[in-house]
């Protein structure tokens, strides 16, 4: 019993070292061998659940997707770090006005000792945070920042890719057509403009210091074809440094000020929408500058909750699902 409360460990697990009856087992477990039918958020578990003796001072606020693309709000604490006492409260839903109600129901003292809730950029999830805990400082996840501009740079790299697919599509047709032998013409490392492009995908994500000689290779050949791509990876890395080498606030907001004006010097229609969120949600971003906390925890606790659904085969009974959930992380 104690091993099934604390582990995620499906039926079909035990049936298959044991050599027991999977599915009669699991349902002994949660007929009699489990406290499951006397569990005091048993009636309302798939819509919340509460567990306030959970609160910290530095939590994660992120929405996760349990089954049929049916989403939750989670609150976690980061001093658990995704162990047991992790869980705070899960919400099904996004809708901020009904997870302010269900957070209301934690103790107006806990919820104002709450120093720092990081999250993501939703306006719900903002207006949840401000509403629940009005002495917390709302940190905006770095990452999220981050990811908008890599969403930027890689919209610049598929608008090439798509030319260099008609371009090379057109260029058969014609040849073809004079009945002679299309040869796509190669690079110094042997790619074609399309293959160059689709290859670069992931040389984009990373930093310079960090890439291979054949990615060194490739990335100087496809700067040399593109010069925009050129200057979107070197905003793209600029924003990373500003995140992973500043350590002062004040500095880190000059430096965000010029990577601004540099966005808007440049002219990129993809890079206008994250300068754009940057200038609304600055004050938020610059808090991640005091204790340099990020949602990761969030994001790992997200796949921990994946991880256990895959392990079970799927999500049948939600409320019983819940109920493990609880067991294991709250």
């Known amino acids: 019993k104690v091993f099934l409360d604390n582990y995620a460990i499906s039926s079909n697990s035990l049936e298959k070292f044991y050599y027991i009856n999977g599915n009669h087992f699991g349902q002994q477990y949660k007929d009699y061998l489990s406290d499951y039918h006397q569990w005091d958020q048993k009636d309302h578990a798939e819509e919340w659940m509460l567990f306030s003796d959970n609160i910290g001072e530095y939590l994660s606020i992120d929405e996760s997707s349990l089954s049929n693309g049916e989403l939750y709000t989670m609150l976690t ?9 992790a869980l705070v409260a899960m919400v099904k839903g996004t809708t901020s006005e009904k997870v302010i109600s269900i ?3 934690i103790p107006r003292s806990k919820r104002n000792k709450v120093k720092e809730v990081t999250l993501d950029m939703a306006g719900s999830m903002n207006l949840i945070v401000e509403k629940s805990f009005p002495k917390a400082v709302r940190v905006i996840d770095r990452f999220h920042v981050q990811k908008l ?7 610049m ?3 090439h890719r798509w030319d260099a697919i008609n371009e090379e599509t057109n260029a058969l047709e014609n040849a073809k057509y004079n009945q002679i032998t ?7 490392n042997g790619d074609t403009k399309k293959q160059l492009l689709a290859r670069s995908r992931y040389l984009l994500f990373k930093s310079p210091d960090k890439w291979t000689d054949r990615q060194k290779q490739r990335a100087k050949i496809l700067f040399a074809q593109y010069p925009d791509i050129k200057k979107g990876f070197q905003l793209t890395h600029k924003l990373r440094l500003i995140f992973s080498k500043t350590k002062d606030k004040g500095v880190a907001y000059t430096k965000l000020a010029r990577w601004y004006n540099d966005v808007t010097d440049s002219g990129f229609k993809s ?7 940057i200038y609304a949600h600055y004050i938020n971003i610059l808090n991640f500058f005091d204790n340099r906390n990020t949602n990761a925890s969030a994001e790992s606790f997200n796949a921990k909750l994946k991880n256990f659904r ?21």
């Open 182 to 188: 299309y040869v796509p013409h190669c690079f110094d």
């Open 157 to 159: 790299r598929i608008a």
């Open 103 to 105: 957070l209301d129901k």
């Open 77 to 85: 604490n980061k001093a658990a770090k995704g162990r047991k006492g």
């Open 271 to 277: 890079f206008n929408t994250i300068s754009a969120t």
């Open 149 to 155: 501009a890599h969403d930027a740079l890689q919209e």
């Open 310 to 330: 895959a392990v079970l085969r799927g999500v049948t009974d939600i409320n019983f699902f819940l109920f493990r959930v609880a067991k294991i992380y709250a």
